[in-house]
């Protein structure tokens, strides 16, 4: 049998990734099955088990994805000239723009975190990453002069991530929850936490992130 190209080779861990979050979200992580994923992606038990030889092999490849895809988030938040609205895009992102059993699996993968010692390893891991990458750019931002905010770096990261977590558990929860009408009320609340430089000095903020349409 002919080796399959290392492109071909990522396309198939992507779709079978794909496949493992539609059914994780949908069935949850205990009554989802391995041969329900194959049937999902459609392919065989080998070629999944070439792949990831269990679910908690899945958890971590998609925690992974995950991770990478903030790593690029974050990298754009520190580059930003306007700290907010580049936190309101990636509230948008996660909260808005990617659909709702998205979601769905982010709080099955918390609540798998509390039984399942493997899965709390990876779980930890993803959500120190974030706690970490947050007061990276929240301290960067205030040595430059750009914020002022009352809270130390750490304590203004931690209820960062805490809002950032409520809202995407609403989302899952709430099917009809209509998180673009919450939005910007959150992102003045952020705001009114960072205290931006413009807003000490008194020149005019920058406009309000448009969030028109259906959730």
């Not at 539609?22 to 069935?27: D, M, N, T, V």
């Not at 991530?161 to 995407?168: A, N, Q, S, T």
């Not at 205290?195 to 259906?214: C, L, W």
């Amino acid at each position: 049998m002919p080796r399959l190209r290392p492109e071909t080779l990522h396309a198939r861990r992507e779709h079978i990734l794909d496949a493992a979050e539609r059914c994780f979200a949908q069935y949850g992580f205990h009554r989802c099955t391995m041969a329900m994923i194959c049937a999902e992606a459609g392919i065989s038990a080998g070629a999944l088990y070439a792949h990831f030889r269990s679910k908690e092999a899945l958890i971590e490849g998609i925690s992974e994805r995950d991770r990478a895809d903030l790593a690029l988030q974050f990298a754009n938040v520190i580059k930003a000239p306007d700290l907010t609205a580049a936190l309101a895009q990636i509230a948008e992102h996660y909260a808005v723009d990617e659909p709702q059993f998205k979601r769905v699996l982010t709080a099955e993968i918390g609540l798998e975190a509390t039984r399942n010692d493997t899965v709390r390893e990876i779980f930890d891991s993803v959500d120190q990453f974030v706690l970490q990458s947050l007061v990276q750019v929240v301290e960067r931002s205030r040595q430059e002069g750009r914020i002022a905010p009352d809270y130390d770096s750490r304590t203004l990261s931690e209820l960062l991530l805490l809002i950032g977590e409520g809202l995407m558990w609403r989302r899952a929860v709430a099917p009809d929850f209509n998180v673009k009408a919450l939005l910007p009320v959150i992102i003045n609340v952020i705001e009114t936490l960072l205290k931006p430089e413009s807003h000490r000095t008194g020149a005019k903020s920058s406009e309000p992130v448009d969030f028109e349409g259906d959730a």
